[in-house]
């Protein structure tokens, strides 16, 4: 049985865009950012009323996507 592994530029470029995607819709010095390992390349997001989301690159569509805390 094959293995699909990512490489390291594939990881890199997956995190960029996720990022990218966070920096084209936030004013950064409003959020915090904290790793979020449990998504592909993800990220958990807080603001400061304290809503959080989810933001990471999902696999199944091959693009940034995100979740909200309450979904």
């Known amino acids: 049985m094959e293995k699909n592994v990512v ?6 470029i997956y995190e960029e865009k996720v ?11 409003e959020i915090d950012i904290e790793d979020y390992p449990f998504f592909s390349y993800g990220k958990l997001v807080c603001d400061k009323q304290g809503e959080s989301m989810i933001v990471y690159w999902c696999v199944i569509y091959g693009r940034v996507d995100y979740r909200f805390q309450n979904a």
Do not use: Q
């Open 7 to 12: 490489s390291v530029e594939e990881a890199k």
């Open 19 to 29: 990022m990218e995607w966070i920096e084209d819709h936030f004013v950064l010095n």
